[in-house]
């Protein structure tokens, strides 16, 4: 199968790149010959040629400026019709607007499919995407697929959950340098933005400091692309109020996220309104017990009092009420760490939803080697 996809950003810059990623890096190459199209050069297109895979750019400028709209749809045309693909596969909402325009150009607009990674809310991006041609939308769980649904035009809508490496053993606990032994780590992973909840959770674990337990916060990540500009310096700020600069590490941006997670015992995921939550899984691969946010996707990740715990809402003190438990029970906390790791190797790995997601897109494109199999993966409470 030929297949062509379309990349707004040069740059991973969350979730949905990852996943793209990792399918790439898996996909069965016998079966499945794709060409990247980014609509900006950046490292994540050299990530993608250092695959083996064909990549392109074709610069789109802003949507806002209709000249440079209408000769990147041209260019990408002109691409479409060169490498003649089976299917194409616009990666977000953004990429659809450029994409499907120009694979209705190259007369083929019943080849398009397009990746809804977040949970649409009704905005003016999610709404145009949708009214475009495709034949269908993939979304990376099942709130994402109903809300998707609830738009109209229709499309017909399939689930395939991102997936991460299962280690065979989980990394070594290391410490982390200038926290005392024996002291509990408490992590945050994510760019730094209000909406991903990491004042909230200085605010639970400074809390909990006041009440006598003795915990360090760890928040792994940075003010990345220019999404907040200064919140890190917010946060930084709202430490030294709480006089918790002894007990807050903040890292910055990094590049590879799992040396932290073997210095946590806990992962916190304090976003309301998590469209997936990748670093869930990355966690929970490492025997990490997780708590989170019960909404959208980490409700699909995770069973509660099995594989991590849920609360209701992000607020500090539900936050915290939660995290005193945990810190009170390391036998519980083992026990999500074992039970997290089985939910991934169940549910969640890296080739898992790579097989899913390349079979999905065979049956669209008529070229599947599993007639039987349905369109999108049953999920509990989504009908396929």
Known sequence: M????TVPWGAALGGAEEMLRT?????DRDRIDPTVVFFEPGPFEREIA???IRTAIVPTGRLRQPHRLAAAVRALARLLRTERPDLVLNWTAKAQLYGAPAAALARMPERVVWWQH???DGQWM????????????????????????ALRPRRPAFVVHPGVPLPDEPLPRRTLAGVPPGRTVVGIVGRLQPWKGQERLLEAVTELCREGHDLHLLMVGGEAHGFSAGFERQLHSRVEALDMEDRVTMTGQVDDVTPHLAAMDVLVNASDHEPFGIVLLEAMAQGVPVLAVSDAGPREIVVPGESGLLVPNSRPDVLAGALRRLVAEPELRRRLGSGGRDR?????TAEQMAHRLQSTL??????????????????????P
Do not use: Y
């Open 344 to 348: 991934v190797g169940d549910r969640f």
């Open 118 to 120: 977040g949970v649409p």
């Open 362 to 383: 065979e049956r669209l494109a008529g070229r599947s080697q599993e007639p039987s199999a349905p369109l999108a993966t049953p999920v509990e409470g989504v009908a």
């Open 2 to 5: 030929r297949l062509v996809v």
């Open 126 to 149: 999610d709404r145009l995407a949708t009214r475009l041609p495709a034949c269908a939308v993939g979304c990376s769980s099942a709130a994402s697929a109903e809300a998707q649904s």
């Open 23 to 27: 399918f790439l890096a898996r996909a």
């Open 50 to 52: 250092a695959l083996g």
